[in-house]
C-alpha cells in the first residue's frame, strides 16, 4: 500500500506542478485575465486530476503486477494529490494582483519540485542536485514553452 500512495502522491504532486505552471503562465501572456487564470487552475484540479488518475490506474493495471487494492489506492493517491497541488495554485492569484502572483505561483511550483525531488533522491541515496536539476530544467522549458505559445496566440488572434 505505501508503494501505491508513494505512485500516486509523487505522480499527482509533480504533474500538478507542470501542468498548472504551464497553464497559469501560457494564460497569463495570452490574456493578462485572473477570472481565465482561474477557471484554468479549476478545470485543471478536476479535469486534468481524474485523467491522470484514470492514466496511473490504467497504467497499473496493464503491468498486471499488483493487487487491485494498491491500483485502487494509487489511482485515489494521484487524483486526491493532483487535485488538491493544483488548487494550491489559486491562492497567489486570488490574493496578490496578478503580476505578482505569477511570480508566486512560479516559485511555489518550482519549490514543490525542488522538494519533491530532493526527498525522492535522498531516499534513493543518489545525489539530490542531479535530480533536482533534471526536473527543474524541465519545468523551466514548459514555463518557457507555454509563455511564447500565449503570446503566440495573442498576437495572432487564435
Known sequence: MRESLRTGITFGLTSAAITTLGLIVGLHSGTH??????????????????????????????RNIHAAKHIWAATAATLLSKFFFALTFAIPI??????????????????????????MATSQGQAPWKAVAEHVVIAVIVVAITHGVGYWVKDFGL
Open 33 to 62: 485575465s485572473k477570472s481565465v487564470i482561474l477557471g484554468g487552475i479549476l478545470t485543471i484540479a478536476i479535469a486534468d486530476a481524474f485523467s491522470d488518475a484514470l492514466g496511473i490506474h490504467v497504467s497499473e493495471e496493464s
Open 94 to 119: 486570488l490574493i496578490f494582483p496578478l503580476s505578482t502572483a505569477i511570480v508566486v505561483t512560479i516559485i511555489w511550483g518550482m519549490s514543490l519540485l525542488v522538494f519533491l525531488s530532493y526527498a
